[in-house]
């Protein structure tokens, strides 16, 4: 299947028209078409903005591996930031840093299949790889 087809796919799953996923990317509905018919390439831009909007998982659309969906965004429980400030002797721009990874859906899968790995879960580990792989595909 290609990045297009997927494109048509998430769009059924999400419920919306090319119209209305255009409009909340800001980019031109013939944009989209041509990204479904296979003529053009989304960039990092849209792939970006996939993430931030609908928290897409990049690695699926496209090498249509894993799921369609990162982990969904839950709210994010920072209180134990106090403690690793102190443990950690973190400046305000790295705990802000931290809140920002964490609060973001793409980077709190990570880090959240990075400790899945320390516990020797090997199915997280070939998740991961497969995220790195398609962040690899969009950067180059």
Known sequence: MTIGK??????LALKITSA?????LEIPVRTIGSYER??????????????????ININWLITGKGSMFLTQKT???????????SK???????????????????SRDMVLKFIEI???????LDALIHNLQGIKAIYG
């Open 38 to 55: 296979d003529e053009a390439q989304p960039g990092v831009k849209f792939l970006n903005a996939l993430i931030e909007h609908y928290h």
């Open 6 to 11: 997927r494109l048509k796919e998430l769009k």
């Open 20 to 24: 209305t996923l255009a409009e909340k």
């Open 75 to 85: 709210e994010t429980d920072f209180s134990y930031i106090a403690d690793l400030k």
């Open 118 to 124: 320390k516990h020797g879960n090997k199915e997280a």
């Open 88 to 106: 950690l002797n973190l400046s305000p721009e790295e705990i802000q840093g931290l809140i920002d990874i964490l609060d973001c859906g793409a």
